[in-house]
């Protein structure tokens, strides 16, 4: 198994290998040489809530996939895995997020969330595509890889 993550370039978009162990030594682009944002490493999913909503997802330059969840929702628990996958398999480019509907009415409000899970795709905060229901990996991997993320597998 590769150890690696693939950081996209803020600067120039260049898709940068960088070795897992190496991550803190302030890697710089190959192509253009400027500083890789790492801040912008995810490898599992983070939460997101009505208050971080903007700046976690609608603010954040790049692919984002948003689980709009609840605890009691089976089928919900039955994807929680395959969104672990999916962020440590698209580290560095594609951003996993999600939110507990139940504790977050706002936000699945205001995007018009009725049934769950629900996984809305956005790019550069513009909201691109929505899934619905328990999806195996690799429908959600093929709706990723449509909208132009890149594995690090």
């Known amino acids: 198994m590769d150890e690696s993550i693939i950081v996209l370039c803020s600067n120039c978009g260049a898709k940068n290998r960088i070795p ?10 190959g192509a253009c040489h400027m500083p890789l944002n790492i ?13 971080n909503f903007k700046q976690e997802v609608l603010d954040y330059a ?15 628990r039955m994807v929680a895995p395959v969104l672990e996958r999916i962020a ?9 997020a999600k939110l507990n509907v139940d504790e977050n009415p ?13 996984l809305l795709i956005f790019r550069d905060g513009k909201h691109v595509d929505t899934l ?3 999806m195996p990996y ?9 909208h132009g993320a890149y594995s690090s597998n």
């Not at 162990?21 to 710089?28: A, S």
């Not at 440590?88 to 996993?96: F, I, L």
């Not at 690799?138 to 449509?146: P, T």
């Open 132 to 134: 619905v229901g328990a």
């Open 20 to 29: 897992k162990d190496r991550i803190n030594d302030r890697p710089k682009c």
């Open 39 to 51: 801040m912008s490493f995810y490898d599992r999913p983070v939460v997101v809530t009505d208050t």
């Open 106 to 118: 706002i936000t699945a409000s205001s995007y018009g969330i009725r049934s769950i899970p629900s």
């Open 88 to 96: 440590s398999e698209y580290a560095g480019t594609v951003k996993v």
């Open 138 to 146: 690799e429908q959600i991997k093929s709706r990723i890889d449509y």
């Open 62 to 76: 790049g692919l984002v996939i948003v689980d709009f969840w609840a605890p009691w929702c089976a089928p919900c």
